[in-house]
């Protein structure tokens, strides 16, 4: 069964950092192009970033509003995505989702909350 | 980045309803734009990709159409599950953006 599952959401207060994890299984992530889309609390959706596949070198892709602060990376050893998020704002708070929206497969989410 | 402008934000609809959501580029995407369902909840869930192809298993009262800057999903008889929140996305240029989204309500 083709599966992503993230962890690693928790509070953390602004300024801080935090590390999204997410484990893929049912298939290989290093063939696959993969996202991160976050959803604040009775918002839309917004998408946070990509990093492309090996074939494309892993080169990653992100919105304005994350970059410069986080950073996705992968570990195709462990069949995992990451998540790096420094600097957290208060309006970083969010369900975030490990997604590929290529291949319309996403995880349940973990919910970030940036507080003081 | 291209900015992409759904109508309406919200409408309520009774069941057997004709809906259609419009979904608006600022710039020519040509047909790289999807739509996704999402339930409260639950996770987006793919009905249309390439501006109007169906993805497998969604039923065939679901049609999109569009291409450029305008784009439109439609709901040909509303059933009781199709109560929910649908987005807009363009996958023609990074950065990816969604439309803010339509919540359709019973009436």
């Known amino acids: 069964e083709v599966q992503l599952v993230e962890s690693g959401g928790g509070l953390v207060q602004p300024g801080g950092s935090l590390r999204l994890s997410c484990a893929a299984s049912g298939f290989s992530l290093s063939d696959q192009h993969m996202d991160w889309v976050r959803q604040a609390p009775g918002k839309g959706l917004e998408w946070v970033g990509r990093?492309?596949?090996?074939?494309?070198?892993?080169?990653?892709e992100y919105a304005a509003s994350v970059r410069g602060r986080f950073t996705i990376s992968r570990e195709d050893s462990q069949n995992s995505l990451y998540l790096q998020m420094n600097s957290l704002k208060t309006e970083d708070t969010a369900v975030y989702y490990c997604a590929s929206l290529i291949g319309d497969i996403w995880g349940p989410g973990t919910m970030v909350t940036v507080s003081s | 980045d291209i900015q992409m402008t759904q109508s309406p934000s919200a409408m309520s609809a009774s069941v057997g309803d004709r809906v259609t959501v419009t979904c608006r580029a600022s710039?020519?995407?040509?047909?790289?734009l999807a739509w996704f369902q999402q339930k409260p909840g639950k996770v987006p869930k793919r009905l249309i990709y390439d501006a109007s192809n169906l993805e497998s298993g969604v039923p065939p009262r679901f049609s999109a159409s569009g291409s450029g800057t305008e784009f439109t999903l439609t709901i040909s008889s509303l059933q009781p599950e199709d109560f929910a929140t649908y987005y807009c996305?363009?996958?023609?240029?990074?950065?990816?953006?969604f439309g803010q989204g339509t919540k359709l309500e019973m009436k």
């Open positions: 996305i363009q996958h023609n240029t990074f950065p990816r953006t």
């Open positions: 710039q020519d995407i040509s047909h790289y």
């Open positions: 990093t492309k596949n090996k074939a494309n070198s892993y080169s990653t």
